[in-house]
């Protein structure tokens, strides 16, 4: 089935530091793959997707490529802010559906 | 953009009792919606997905009886579960789609139930 691993949390870091979430798909087909971001008593949102292989998403100074050999759309960004801190989630829609599988998400403390 | 609220944030509630949960589109007509539920430090589970009126459909393994959901309009849709008992106690998040064709979900803020 489909599903969804990434890197466990909580990752800590200084304001400026390089940030890397590491996210790793399972899926048949080619599915598109979502970077969703949920602030403190906010909602979940969309951060920056790719649908196809080789596809970089990027917004906000957050990047992302869609690599289809390694099953992986890791996240990064150069230089993170306080602000940046939040809850991130590396999130899968099949290419047979519309239903998101989303992986268990991972807490970010960026500190000043 | 679009906005997706809610209500309530946080609820409490005795083992046995009912609790309803709403979820409204603020600013965009929503022909679907979701329900998710995530469990601490777990991935978001999708419960069912709900057309506005027709009957959801309910993943594999969701009691479709203890979960009830309406989605009566285009800017509303609730969860209600019956009969709580603590194990039902999660995180609760809605997420609405502007168009049958569009992949694009915008979460809610989520519902915290805690039943003791």
């Known amino acids: 089935g489909n599903s969804v691993t990434q890197m466990e949390g909580p990752v800590t870091l200084s304001e400026e530091a390089f940030l890397t979430i590491n996210c790793t798909y399972t899926?048949?087909?080619?599915?598109?793959l979502f970077w969703y971001v949920q602030y403190p008593g906010e909602g979940l949102q969309l951060l920056l997707k790719?649908?196809?292989?080789?596809d970089k998403g990027s917004n906000k100074g957050f990047e992302a490529t869609y690599r289809k050999e390694t099953t992986s759309f890791h996240l990064e960004k150069g230089s993170v802010q306080v602000s940046d801190s939040a809850v991130y989630f590396c999130?899968?829609?099949?290419?047979?559906?519309?239903?998101?599988?989303f992986g268990p998400g991972t807490r970010l403390s960026v500190l000043p | 953009g679009a906005v997706v609220s809610q209500h309530p944030s946080w609820v409490i509630c005795k083992s046995g009792t009912s609790v309803k949960i709403e979820c409204r589109s603020l600013d965009f007509q929503a022909t679907t919606m979701f329900w998710y539920r995530q469990f601490p430090k777990q991935s978001l589970m999708l419960m069912a997905t709900s057309n506005e009126g027709s009957k959801a459909t309910y993943e594999q393994g969701v009691e479709k009886d203890k979960f009830l959901i309406n989605h009566a309009s285009l800017t509303l849709s609730t969860l209600t579960v019956t009969s709580a008992h603590p194990e039902d106690s999660s995180f609760y998040i809605c997420s609405a789609k502007t168009s049958v064709s569009s992949y694009e979900q915008y979460f809610g803020p989520g519902t915290r139930l805690t039943v003791t």
């Open positions: 899926a048949t087909g080619y599915p598109s």
């Open positions: 790719a649908t196809k292989a080789d």
């Open positions: 999130a899968l829609r099949p290419s047979d559906g519309q239903n998101f599988v």
